[in-house]
């Protein structure tokens, strides 16, 4: 587990903020605002390729007992859960007693797993998602009263949608993309990678998949990606349209927030705005 970012405002009263926490296999994420908008903090962690669910589980446990901030009283505290293991399966098909087969079909048969539903009303979408027991029971324990959404349930709502887009969010070993045909929602997938040629596989065969041009597809970045890096010089072979992705305006930042490009933060804040 490697610390990459750990902003936190001394002496913040969280009585009246909003905390949400972002969790997966790619690492676990967390950003605070308090009643007038302003964050008071931002930490970010990374995993290696390979996390198992047990070390996720694990990992929350010690960034919790290692950061007196997150044992503070918080208004309203959200977890949002990155794990890949997740299918978006239109009302007229849902069936609740078939939810964990679905899973089964597509990412193997596990008992491992807690499975729950969110439903995005605005595309008549419901997003059937798996828990790791063993994450779910540390955060029942250590957040008793979280509130629970899937990243795929938040993210077609994070950011204005014009014709064809591919909003993509990396970490140091996993990619989550987002496809909008005009307008319409596609696809949400999420991957793992070890070199950028992986990405770039991943992100033009989301576009032949659904007949995308992709000299026509805005794609927006945001995570871990560097305009001088290798992975976005991948990328811009392909895509002419590269978009890093803003920090919301309807927060404040602080100098050590803004001190760091706005598209390592963006999707956080953009799912906070959302919660």
């Known amino acids: 587990m490697n610390s990459s970012f ?31 908008n302003t964050c008071i903090a931002l930490s970010a962690y990374h995993f290696n390729t390979g996390t198992s669910n047990d070390e996720v589980a694990n990992y929350l446990k010690d960034i919790f007992a290692a950061q007196p901030f997150l044992q503070k009283t918080f208004k309203k505290i959200s977890f949002v859960y990155a794990f890949a293991e997740a299918e978006l399966v239109p009302k007229q098909f849902m069936n609740n007693v078939a939810n964990n087969e679905i899973l089964d079909l597509v990412y193997g048969d596990t008992s491992d797993r807690i ?15 798996g828990i790791p027991k063993q994450v779910d029971s540390v955060i029942a324990n250590l957040f008793p009263q979280a509130q629970h959404f899937h990243l795929y349930s938040l993210l077609p709502n994070v950011n204005k949608v014009t014709r064809n887009q591919l909003y993509s969010i990396f970490s140091t070993t996993h990619l989550t993309m987002q496809l909008f045909k005009d307008e319409k929602l596609q696809l949400i997938r999420s991957f793992s990678y070890k070199v950028p040629e992986d990405v770039l596989y991943h992100l033009l065969n989301a576009c032949q998949s659904f007949d995308v041009p992709v000299n026509d597809t805005t794609i927006v970045l945001n995570g871990m990606i560097d305009a001088a890096s290798g992975l976005y010089n991948e990328v811009y072979k392909y895509f002419l349209h590269p978009v890093f992705g803003k920090l919301p305006d309807q927060f404040n930042y602080s100098e050590d927030i803004k001190k760091y490009p706005s598209h390592y933060f963006s999707h956080l804040f953009e799912l906070a705005a959302c919660v």
């Open 6 to 36: 750990n902003i936190l405002t001394p002496g913040a009263d969280t009585s009246q903020s909003s905390l949400l926490i972002e969790i997966g296999r790619q690492g676990i994420s967390y950003v605070a605002t308090n009643e007038i």
């Open 115 to 129: 499975v729950r539903n969110d439903f995005m009303s605005s595309y008549n979408l419901n997003n059937v998602y």
